[in-house]
């Protein structure tokens, strides 16, 4: 497709990003650890540490993982961690070492975290102790050998300390019991760590990074190769961008997403390492009360979140009273921003949303707005720097303007491949080298890409995927159920919530069996809302192939509820 998006680009903002250099995680983060000694890096829990405390942190537990446990360049290391001050430790010490990151999300059933361990032959997991008896469970069949355990209280001051953690275990009973063998507490690790010699390891551009967990565009969880030069040139990507309205130094940026998930990897970790800036981490965006005190303590400049963040927070008793003089943006992606809540954050906060759109197999940034746009637009923006797009046919014939069609790209943050996965890796790939993103797009005559529809029945919630083959391959499991079809419905609070569709093989089979089946074996947002949103039907709407026909029972629950209000 021709570039007609380069005329509108920000004013400096070059049409390439240079990919001449080496680019890895670990020059970027050691050169922020020498640019930025003395500033703020990472606060939590009313905890700051500088750079160079995390520096230090980082290279002491780096040199443990070589020294003590004997890693490898290569080897995968899993990272069961919310947003604590532990996780920037253990991810600036992976970069150093050449070890491989395999981003867990700790709310993880104990099946759903066994699967990424076996699959990406983990070694190593890092876990906070909260989480710890899952982990224990999910460890048989694994190759996990050694489980470094985190607490709350870590890197507080000593008093804090034991304070937090004395009141976490025992007052709030938020560690429920484990017994995990060969475990290292993280203070001790850093410790043995500090007295090793280890020498420095040499890590490539090319060398892998992450193994990112993602359904890709199609199917079961699988992990995107996400390599050193993927994740900076996305950084130096996403820098020219924004980078005109962004001080080296001197930014403030709120976490309130999850590390684990691409998005906030890239827009809070990553980016704000390489620009020297402030990353104040949210453990439990959930509790919203909480989290406006915490914005009510920073003059914070960029935050980052999804539909549903915003919209609770909106919603928020405080909210209104906080200072958002010092705000520069809020930068929005993960789902579908929508409308009304954008406009209501532009009344609240008198900025708007800045909309963008990624996936994980482009680590992820791949659009974006400019920074000056006034009101909502609907639009993610424009590709950004060395980053071509295509809109194609299913034939992959090349779109016109304002044709709907497959979002293909190219670019330098566009994933190897799938680990261990040659025929997903090539299905995704076309023949001529393009990502096909299974999303349909169209651009406008100015070169603004608006996302249409998904392409898969990939559901979203709250920005998380669901996958609906995930759901229905366990539910066969269950008892009593003939057939089963997970689809995605529109939902106020989560963007999108699941419901199930169940034949029952007899009458002994209960709704109430069925959601307690999902309790135990899904996390919370895999789960439907309700017993309403499991629903039992006689036969399920399929094709003259015999494939379930997802779309008709989307339309049929909507239809439904719309009969029911009348």
């Known amino acids: 497709m021709e570039k007609i998006w380069l005329p509108h680009y920000p004013p400096n903002v070059p049409a390439t990003i240079d990919l001449a250099s080496p680019m890895t995680l670990k020059s970027l983060a050691e050169e922020a650890f020498g640019r930025y000694p003395s500033l703020p890096a990472f606060s939590n829990l009313g905890q700051t540490l500088t750079f160079e405390a995390v520096d230090e942190a980082s290279r002491n537990l780096g040199a443990f993982l070589k020294s003590r446990l004997h890693l490898k360049k290569g080897d995968r290391v899993a990272i069961v961690l919310p947003n604590v001050l532990a996780y920037p430790i253990a991810l600036y010490a992976l970069f150093r070492t050449g070890l491989v990151a395999v981003n867990c999300n700790p709310l993880y059933t104990s099946r759903e975290l066994s699967e990424q361990l076996r699959d990406s032959g983990a070694r190593v997991a890092i876990v906070l102790e909260n989480f710890a008896r899952t982990l224990e469970e999910a460890l048989p069949g694994t190759r996990v050998h050694t489980v470094l355990v985190s607490r709350l209280g870590d890197f507080l001051p000593v008093h804090r300390r034991v304070l937090t953690n004395l009141i976490v275990k025992y007052v709030k009973h938020l560690v429920p019991r484990y017994h995990l063998r060969n475990t290292f507490a993280l203070g001790r690790s850093l410790r043995e760590g500090s007295r090793s010699s280890t020498g420095d390891e040499t890590v490539d551009e090319t060398d892998p990074a992450f193994l990112q967990y993602t359904g890709g565009t199609t199917g079961l969880p699988k992990a995107a190769v996400l390599t050193h030069r993927n994740l900076v040139a996305n950084v130096l990507q996403c820098s020219a961008m924004l980078g005109a309205d962004l001080q080296r130094g001197t930014e403030v940026a709120i976490a309130a997403l ?79 921003i929508q409308r009304a809540v954008a406009q209501r954050w532009k009344r609240q906060t008198g900025h708007p949303i800045i909309e963008g759109y990624g996936l994980t197999e482009a680590s992820p940034v791949v659009c974006v707005n400019r920074l000056d746009i006034e009101e909502y637009t609907g639009a993610v923006g424009y590709p950004v720097p060395s980053t ?17 069609g497959e979002l293909c790209i190219k670019g330098p943050q566009v994933m190897r491949e799938y680990w261990n996965r040659p025929t997903e890796t090539d299905a995704v790939f076309s023949s001529d080298g393009w990502l096909k993103t299974g999303d349909i797009a169209r651009v406008n005559p100015e070169g603004l890409v608006f996302i249409v529809d998904r392409k898969k029945d990939l559901i979203l919630v709250s920005g998380f995927n669901v996958y609906p083959n995930e759901l229905e391959d366990e539910l066969a499991h269950l008892e009593g159920i003939r057939e089963v079809a997970a689809v995605g419905v529109p939902d106020e609070q989560s963007g999108e919530t699941v419901v199930l569709y169940i034949v029952p093989d007899g009458p002994q089979l209960t709704r109430e069996a069925v959601m307690q089946f999902c309790h135990d074996h899904f996390t919370g947002y895999k789960r439907p809302h309700d017993l309403e949103h499991i629903r039992f039907a006689k036969e399920l709407p399929k094709s003259n192939i015999g494939k379930i026909l997802r779309r008709s029972l989307r339309e049929q629950f909507q239809a439904d509820v719309a009969a029911k209000r009348g």
Do not use: C
Not at 308 to 333: A, C, H, M, Q, Y
């Open 258 to 336: 999850p590390l684990y998930h691409i998005f906030s990897l890239t827009a809070n970790f990553l980016l704000f390492t390489y620009l020297g800036g402030h990353n104040v981490l949210i453990t439990n965006p959930r509790d919203l009360r909480g989290f406006v005190k915490t914005l009510g303590r920073y003059r914070f400049t960029v935050l980052t979140g999804v539909n549903t963040l915003f919209n609770g927070l909106l919603r928020t008793p405080g909210f209104e009273s906080v200072d958002f003089s010092k705000l520069r943006f809020t930068l929005g992606g993960g789902a579908a």
């Open 388 to 404: 071509e797009i295509s809109i194609r046919d299913d034939a992959g014939g090349e779109m016109t303007v304002d044709q709907p």
